[in-house]
């Protein structure tokens, strides 16, 4: 019986592997452009990617391990779903870090008290309060960013905007002066005036702090409103937007969407001395646009006075076990004279 010849199996290093074929293939194609390339390419080292670290529930919904250092992050929605618990939760880890909140406040319902509750120390932020316009506001950022590249303010700074979309542009103030209809026209105005002043310059001068010879970091997170959008045929269901339209979102490496699209959030309520006790916010959080990990996400969180909680049984009793005490009915003389449950 003739024996059966085995073909011998090839070593890895033969097996052809069509990338490396390719790679050399295009290496005889241009032999020389390696010194060519060093004459003419300009080589720029960047830091590691850092992040500002967030709370637990934060990066299980988001899949993120927080607010990227050295991009721009805006979070919208509509009113009471939860946009500035992010923003402030961003500030309170970012102190822990070592990195400066420089906040920009053009909402005059924003808690320092709650701030406080939440981390946030208003003695090691520098605080702009009462900004009247999108140009005043960004006028702070651009100074800042020189003060911080001259060494007059040498730190880490995170930008905290709080918020984009209730500040009017200067086209906006002058057209409340002016004809009906003119409303319109300034909203297209201030539109150009994102685009020009956050993707066009502010934006790469954020981006720039990562490269390796700048010393420091800076970061910018943007709180934004948002407006219902009529639908898109086929489709027969609207959208919301967000305020300036896309002023923000194409320089921005993270967009976040909090709340629904119909609908906003719910309160999430208690029993404390016979009287009902709405202590938290359940939400949706949506990553909408992420240039670093490429990972979109969503689902539910919980927005309390300390931050984000998971959305789960155990996580909301632990919170209410924890805190309850702390909820203060004691507003008058029927308060004080419920007795405890």
């Not at 529930?57 to 979070?75: N, W």
Request: aromatic share 8%; hydrophobic share 35%.
């Amino acid at each position: 019986m003739a024996k059966r010849e085995v073909t011998p199996k090839k070593d890895k290093k033969e097996i052809e592997d069509p990338i490396e074929e390719n790679n050399s293939l295009i290496k005889r194609k241009f032999p020389n452009i390696d010194k060519y390339k060093a004459k003419v390419e300009k080589k720029v080292e960047y830091k590691p990617q850092e992040w500002i670290d967030m709370s637990h529930a934060f990066k299980e919904v988001t899949r993120l391990p927080g607010i990227p250092v050295g991009h721009i992050s805006m979070v919208y929605g509509k009113s009471d779903t939860g946009k500035t618990t992010m923003l402030v939760e961003a500030g309170a880890y970012a102190q822990r870090q070592g990195i400066l909140p420089v906040c920009i406040i053009t909402e005059n319902k924003f808690s320092w008290d709650r701030a406080k509750t939440m981390g946030l120390d208003p003695d090691a932020c520098i605080v702009h309060n009462g900004i009247e316009t999108i140009e005043e506001g960004m006028l702070i950022v651009r100074n800042t960013l020189r003060e911080q590249a001259s060494g007059e303010l040498p730190y880490d700074v995170v930008f905290l905007w709080d918020s984009i979309g209730g500040t009017a542009s200067n086209a906006e103030n002058e057209a409340n002066e002016e004809e009906d209809g003119a409303g319109g026209r300034a909203m297209m105005e201030t539109a150009k005036i994102l685009r020009a002043k956050v993707a066009r310059f502010l934006g790469p001068k954020i981006n720039a702090t990562r490269k390796a010879e700048y010393p420091y970091n800076a970061t910018w997170f943007i709180v934004n409103h948002a407006y219902s959008a009529p639908p898109k045929p086929p489709s027969r269901i609207g959208t919301i937007e967000p305020y300036g339209g896309d002023g923000i979102w194409l320089p921005a490496t993270l967009v976040f969407r909090m709340g629904g699209v119909m609908g906003r959030s719910s309160k999430i309520s208690a029993e404390k001395n016979k009287v009902t006790v709405a202590f938290a916010l359940k939400t949706a959080l949506v990553l909408e646009k992420n240039h670093i990990t490429d990972v979109s996400a969503k689902g539910r969180i919980i927005c309390t006075d300390h931050g984000f909680i998971l959305d789960d049984k155990s996580s909301i009793d632990e919170y209410k076990k924890k805190y309850r005490d702390d909820w203060d009915l004691n507003y008058d003389d029927y308060w004080n004279s419920v007795s405890d449950d």
